[in-house]
Structure formats: structure tokens, C-alpha cells
């Protein structure tokens, strides 16, 4: 099993940064591609960022190239999820997941999640 937890959400205006971290435990995180997905209300979920388990290979969503960007300090076991120029559209509850080779939405493992509003 591997529990994941995230923090970082709040309210921030348009144009701003939050920075997202979904700390893990249980099994050995390095083993694990890591990915962040959102879900607004009324929509389903969707995809935003995944990381390898080593680092070397990231994927974006079409929608947030460029604004934000996923990273993973496997020592602290801890995954992040840099958001900057942040829309109204960003709004949702972003959670965390982890799988062993490719982090989909069938993903093995997820966090609670956690609340981000952008106002505008």
C-alpha cells in the first residue's frame, strides 16, 4: 500500500502561484511514476502532470504547458506541483496518484485531494 497526502491548495487570485506537495508513504516511493489529476465541479476528472520515477521524463496536460510544472524529491518522498499564472479555470480539487509504471486515471493509489480557487 502507499498512502499519499497532499497539501498546498488555497484561494489565490488570477495570475498567481501555489505550489501543491503530496508527500508518500508506505512502499518505496522511487519505484513509483507519480502524477497530479484535478476535478472540477460537475466534470470529471483529468489529467494535468505525471513524472517518471526517476525525474527524467515529465507529460503535461495541453491546458496547463507552461504554467506549471511537476517535480519529485524522492529522498523527502514527496512529489510538487509548481502551478504559476494561475486561471479561474484552474479551480478544482487536485489530487495525487501513484502507479508502478504509467500514472493514469485507473491509477493504483490516490490521495485525498486538495482545493484550489483561483478568483478572478
Known amino acids: 500500500q502507499v498512502q499519499l497526502v497532499e497539501s498546498g491548495g488555497g484561494l489565490v487570485q488570477a495570475g498567481g502561484s501555489l505550489r501543491l506537495s503530496c508527500a508518500a508513504s508506505?512502499?518505496?516511493?522511487?519505484?513509483?511514476?507519480m502524477g497530479w489529476f484535478r476535478q472540477a465541479p460537475g466534470k470529471e476528472r483529468e489529467f494535468v502532470a505525471a513524472?517518471?520515477?526517476?525525474?527524467?521524463?515529465?507529460d503535461y496536460a495541453d491546458s496547463v504547458k507552461g504554467r506549471f510544472t511537476i517535480s519529485r524529491d524522492n529522498a523527502k518522498n514527496t512529489v510538487y506541483l509548481q502551478m504559476n499564472t494561475l486561471k479561474p479555470e484552474d479551480t478544482a480539487v487536485y489530487y495525487c496518484?501513484?502507479?508502478?509504471?504509467?500514472?493514469?486515471?485507473?491509477?493504483?493509489?490516490w490521495g485525498q485531494g486538495t482545493q484550489v480557487t483561483v478568483s478572478s
Open positions: 496518484a501513484a502507479d508502478i509504471l504509467l500514472v493514469t486515471i485507473d491509477a493504483d493509489y
Open positions: 513524472i517518471s520515477w526517476n525525474g527524467d521524463r515529465v
Open positions: 508506505g512502499r518505496t516511493f522511487s519505484n513509483y511514476a
